[in-house]
């Protein structure tokens, strides 16, 4: 995972338990906390913290993980707007994922690792995203969707089934807008 992703954990659990709480956490996990936003850390590092987070703040992990995601959408909306303004509303957002946003993301990190997204759009309120990545960071995909909703203030339901967590080789993530 490239630092960007620790800088924004970092900068959730700083709003809510204070600096002391970020040490705390990088203490728990054995971690010196020096992470540069372009560089590539471990998975292992990124759990570790994760982890040592699910112990300082006494939240459980799928939680803390779909929060993560919504504050992670809202921050990358204050870095990168524009990919939120061109789309314009949730839906074609969603769609811009794949070919658009992750892509661009790639240009500024060569060797990010990026999940893979196909999408099925067969009525206009109801979207599918097949989700696939070794990494099977579902519920972290999860948070991004509903933060996202969030900005556009789009109110959503979600259905994840099946999951590579139960031995899928994909998950399917299926948003309807409620009415
Ligand atoms: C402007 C919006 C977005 C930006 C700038 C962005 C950027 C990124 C970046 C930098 C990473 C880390 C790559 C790495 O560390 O190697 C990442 C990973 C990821 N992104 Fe996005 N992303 C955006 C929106 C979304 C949305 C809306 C979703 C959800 C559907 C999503 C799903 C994921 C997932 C699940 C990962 C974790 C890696 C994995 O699953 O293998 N992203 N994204
Ligand atoms: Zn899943």
Wanted: charged share 25%.
């Amino acid at each position: 995972m490239k630092g960007i992703v620790f800088d924004i954990l970092r900068d959730m659990v700083e709003e809510q338990y204070g600096l002391e709480g970020w040490n705390a956490v990088l203490e728990e996990a054995g971690s010196d906390g020096l992470y540069i936003s372009t560089q590539t850390y471990s998975d292992d590092n990124l759990m570790a913290l994760v982890a040592a987070a699910v112990t300082i703040t006494g939240s459980d992990e799928r939680s803390l993980v779909f929060a993560f995601g919504e504050y992670m959408a809202a921050e990358f909306y204050r870095r990168f707007p524009a990919f939120f303004d061109n789309a314009g509303n949730l839906i074609d957002f969603l769609i811009s994922v794949d070919r658009i946003v992750h892509m661009e993301v790639r240009k500024l990190y060569p060797d990010a690792q990026l999940p893979s997204f196909d999408y099925r759009h067969e009525r206009p309120d109801e979207l599918i995203m097949e989700y696939r990545s070794p990494r099977k960071m579902c519920r972290l995909a999860e948070g991004l969707i509903s933060g996202s909703a969030r900005h556009y203030g789009t109110a959503i339901s979600m259905e994840h089934s099946p999951c590579m967590h139960d031995g899928a080789d994909h998950c399917n993530l299926k948003i309807t807008l409620m009415r």
